[in-house]
């Protein structure tokens, strides 16, 4: 593991397997042969990485490839001037990129017919009066005045000895007096006074110690001090101060080609080696120490390679080092924010804590009881000692509690003990069947002191008990199964007393819910929730009074103890598991949960989380349901496999800067839109405030990131579309947001997110959504309606009746088309059970006869008589499935649709896709029959009607409604057609509709595919 830096160079030596990175090369999405020349990060966040032959824009999840811009034939430096514009040098001149439009301004320098640079920018700097500085490998220094595009060279003079000494150049710095300092490739290094421009040459002279160390200076870089470290030849290097003119100078450890320096905020300096193979070397300048990181072919996260270019660091901390061939490292430091407990405790499962008086640490595992000295660190064993009754009753320690006496009871899967921690002799508790006083059961899952002074013990299988210390007797709460004020289980896996002193009692059965004690008259009231309150691990009272629930299967839930309800909080929260096994509560009022994937950290007030994994240093996992402790001091401690960890909650407080939320993409039924005059996204979507769509134009979506590269696969969001969504939709690390059939109006889109550190952004990107309604709906055309309805008022009146006399014989017709149909059905059924089941039938009974005259020259007739009996199942198979779907009443509603969906695919050569909720058992068996009937007909529409190549079915649920979106990409037809041209399917699906209370919409239009959305209401239990 990486610790600080700060820490990590206190140490006299080093290895290279304590340095990790992660990759980042073609497969992220780097084009071929690209070698990293420089980098630099906009003021959006994004990282920009130019190569000879290419441009990329990197958000951490994807790359964005720009080639060769236009009239260039090498793209080499980059920079970020004072008003944030992004200029890259190029063989031929400068480019600026301008965000709005995506797209870059060329400025191709010539002079008399000619290229002024013929080979390659190498460094591009400004100046404080907004002066461009560029230098070029072959062509001397150039100045480039931004406002009137005007080009000035500087270059060597024979004559003038006042003139730059050379026009083969490697880079140049500003200091922070406006100096310009350039390296020469062989004259030493260049001052230019930008005011009364003039040189001074540093060259060096082997009798001046307080000369540069050589002519040859490879590149320059200047830290935050202000001072400027020059990469030399033959493993030098050497620090100036250009306040003074004065040199250090220093000098590599090993033969080594350096080809860039960085110094981090820790004052390391990191250099980039070459052909060496020396790889990475960091240079602690105060201690003088080197430490060289190295390719290791074993470890899979060491420097891919020895030849490193470049190195930065971003915003955020990364250190970024590109290398000849494979893209680029990148280094994340870490910080070691848990303390490991592995001494003896590493080969056994811990599986319960507590603390006492002394601040000594008394820990429950598989084997045995230990406890830990504040004091000194040590560890003493308890076990189980075969022929002696006053040792632990058993080693396995499932819960540990130290009263207020200061007695430490144990709970083992063989009874309870008391243990005099001054004689370290236990007393045990042990179930005796024909003492009805005795402890209840012998495996013990919980133990709990409550404000009375009254010791109480969850057991796995024999329910409750309470122990009266004073009679020393065990007084029972069973579950009853004939009895619903009894306890709710038999098994009690955790208990808690609220500020009321009233006790609650959770199970860790799958079914049993928890149960509030009456004290008045020992009874229990129990509540039960399928998606919150079942398989509890634990309940928690905060100190504002919320009532919290963990579940193995549900994860956190907020419990309302007036209405019974609860607010559940699990993965799709942003949860890492949904088996939360404990919760503590910290002194700032967060809570801490452990889960069977780390641990996590909520916010109650934000509801935000924040994970915690072994990225983070977290050693142990499958925390157990008692595994965990808050000391005096706040420090908290969890164990399970792997031995024990602690930390105080205040040391997590993280100290990064929250992220820029950006937008990257934006789609148009799945198709990715370029800013233009004609298209809806007027400007780049990263800097665009609005999009202006057509009513049927609104089936869209929105990529978006967090620019925090540490570790994006963590960085969390949400996002709502201001005007349709009431509330923040959490997406966890997912970062797209789909949106359809979105009314005309106006709305903004939102997005949030936070770094894999939990701290967000709260104000996020967003941008202004402008769907303009069909003409129908437009102001003039609903003005004009409205004068013609003042105008046939008296027509209407008079035609009132005629058209419930049409509604009437439509309905009539509507029912003769149905019955029709039905007994056109039963003609068709009749059919088949005759010409085919018939015939078979018949066969099967000739061939029977046959095999009984002669059984033993017909051999090969029971093979014929079960495969047409085959045959003939199937047969019946398909016409039952013709005349009901049976699949509702064997698979549920979900399984059915899926099967109707797979039939189709299978019939035609329609691709058909899909995503399906489980909407089983939502409805009632009427209203699922008729949901399933018009699913089943909008399909069959697609294979009769539609000529389409393709077809989506999403069936998809929230908290109130189901949506169904059946949709193709055929012919369409005109849905302003009357409804007395509609077919028989589309009346049947209208009538279903109709019949359920559910919505039917169809947006289709020749040529442009169709589109069904059926959205019925979910019951209120």
Known sequence: MIITLII??????????NFTFDHVGYESGLPDLFMPIDLVQDQLGFLWITSFNSLVKYDGYSMKVYHNIKDSTANNSLFIDSDSILWVGTSNGLSMYQPEKD?????????????????????????????????????????????????????HDTENPNSISTDTLNGIVIDDKNNLWINTVSNGIEKFDIDSKQFTHYTFNEKDSNSIGSNYTRTMYKEKSGNIWIVLD???????????????????????????????????????????????????????????????????????ETYSILIDEDRSGVIWIGTSNRGFEKFVRQKQIFKQYKIELSQSRILSITGDSSSNIWIGTLNGLFRLEHATGKYTQFKNEKNNSNSLSNNQVRSLLLDNTGTLWIGTING?????????????????PRDTNSIADNVLECLFEDSYGDLWIGTGLNGLDKFDRKKNIFIHHKNNSNDSSSICSANIKTMFEDKNGTMWFGSGLVYDGMSRLDRTNNTFTTFYNELSIRGITDLYIDKKNRFWITSYLTGLSLFDRNTGNAKAYDMNSGLPSNYVANILEDNSGRLWLSTHHGISRFDPET???????????????????????????????????????????????????????????????????????????????????????????????FEFAALDYRNPGRNQYAYMMEGFDKNWIGSGNIRNAYYTNLDPGEYTFRVKGSNNDGVWNEEGASVKIIITPPWWQTWWFRGCGILLIIG???????????????????QSEFTKQLINTQEAERKRIAGELHDTLGQDLLIIKNKALLGMKNPLKNPEVVADISEISSSSLQEVREISYNLHPYQLEQLGLTKAVESIIERASKSSSIKFSYELDNIDKLFNPETEINLFRMIQESINNILKHSEATEAVISVLKDSEEVSVNVKDNGKGFDVLISKSKRGLGLMSLFERAKISGAKVDIDSRPGKGTLINISISIPIN
């Open 103 to 155: 797209t870059f301004v060329n400025y191709v320098f010539y002079s008399e017919g000619f290229f002024i640079f013929n080979y390659r920018t190498r460094t591009i700097q400004e100046d404080r009066n907004g002066l461009l500085w560029i230098c070029s490998y072959f062509s001397g220094l150039y100045s480039f005045d931004k406002n009137t595009k005007k080009v000035t060279a500087y270059k």
């Open 416 to 432: 309870l003990n008391k243990l005099d921690i001054k004689s370290s002799k236990f007393t045990r508790y042990l179930h005796d």
């Open 8 to 17: 990590l160079f206190t140490h006299n030596s080093y290895s290279q397997q």
């Open 792 to 810: 046939l008022l008296g027509y209407t009146r008079q035609r009132k009746l005629s058209k419930i006399r049409e509604e009437l014989h439509r």
């Open 607 to 701: 509801e935000t989380l924040r994970n915690f994994t072994k990225e983070d240093g977290l050693s142990v996992t499958n925390i157990g349901v008692n595994s965990v402790f808050k000391s005096n001091d706040g420090t908290i401690y969890i164990g399970g496999i792997g031995g024990m960890i602690s930390f105080h909650p205040d040391s997590l407080l993280e100290k990064t800067l929250a992220p820029n939320i950006v937008l990257t993409d934006f789609k148009i039924f799945n198709k990715s839109i370029a800013p233009s005059e004609d298209s809806p996204l007027k400007k780049n979507i990263n800097v665009a405030d609005k999009i202006e769509l057509s009513y049927y134009d609104n089936s869209f979506s």
């Open 234 to 304: 033959n493993n030098r290097f050497d620090e100036l101060n250009p306040a003074t003119g004065q040199f250090n100078h220093f000098r590599l450890d090993a033969e080594s080609e350096m080809n860039s320096i960085y110094k981090d905020e820790y004052g390391i300096l990191w250099i980039a080696s070459g052909l060496s193979g020396n790889g990475i070397t960091l240079f602690d300048k105060n201690r003088k120490v080197y430490t060289h990181i190295k390719h290791d072919p074993l470890d899979t996260r060491s420097l891919k």
